[in-house]
């Protein structure tokens, strides 16, 4: 079965310079999350879209944007990257009326 | 506090034993539970979903007490491969089903 793709998988940047995460989710879902978890750290919620609209927002900064397409990819766009933007990012999508979510393989991301 | 809170473990258990894992919630409102399991630097994978009336499947029994705000899984006959992160899930009613991670308990199970 189709699962979440994510890409790159890995990314190295410098302090101060941009990246651009993609989540392309499964066939047919509507629903997509980004979580970020850093090293140790339980997955945190930061933002989700429903049918190209942001639905949710949770502790993403502002440095941070997002949006979805029209064929429903995600693209995470990350600006004046910091040391501490280094973690595994994670993006996950949902079919509505159900309940679960599904995880792609996530984008690790190093700051240097 | 945190909103959904695991003791972080380890648990080292040898092959074939039952381990059992709790985890407390503080939103009385949220509707969907869930256990992921998470492997060193992968992406969570779906255990199970949690439902009031308890729920198996094979050597894995999760339970809910919506009164207590408490989530449980139990493992039986322990394999090598169950070694992992479990992370009790919750989701965040009102919106879109946005989750919420508790920290995780770690499993070592040992030949």
């Known amino acids: 079965a189709a699962g979440v793709i994510q890409s790159p998988r890995h990314l190295i940047k410098e302090k101060r310079e941009t990246a651009t995460l993609k989540c392309y989710p499964i066939?047919?879902?509507?629903?997509v999350y980004w979580y970020q978890q850093g090293p140790g750290q339980d997955p945190q919620f930061l933002i989700s879209?429903?049918?190209?609209?942001?639905?949710d927002k949770g502790s993403i900064p502002d440095r941070f944007s997002a949006q979805q397409f029209s064929d429903y990819h995600s693209e995470l766009n990350m600006s004046s990257l910091e040391l501490g933007d280094s973690a595994l990012y994670f993006c996950?999508?949902?079919?509505?009326?159900?309940?679960?979510?599904?995880f792609g393989p996530g984008t690790r991301l190093t700051v240097l | 506090r945190k909103e959904v809170e695991q003791d972080p473990g380890p648990f080292n258990v040898p092959e074939g034993a039952t381990v059992a894992f709790n985890c407390t919630y503080s939103?009385?409102?949220?509707?969907?539970f869930f256990w992921y399991r998470q492997d060193c630097r992968k992406e969570p994978k779906l255990l199970m979903s949690?439902?009031?009336s308890g729920n198996e499947d094979g050597r894995f029994t999760a339970q809910l007490n919506r009164a207590s705000q408490y989530i449980s899984l139990l493992i039986r006959d322990s394999k090598l491969s169950d070694s992992a992160t479990y992370l009790c899930v919750v989701n965040i009613p009102g919106g879109f089903q946005k989750l919420v991670f508790g920290t995780g308990t770690r499993l070592l199970v040992s030949p």
């Open positions: 066939p047919r879902h509507d629903t």
């Open positions: 879209f429903y049918e190209k609209m942001q639905s």
């Open positions: 949690v439902y009031s």
């Open positions: 939103n009385s409102a949220s509707q969907s």
């Open positions: 996950a999508s949902r079919v509505g009326g159900t309940d679960t979510q599904y």
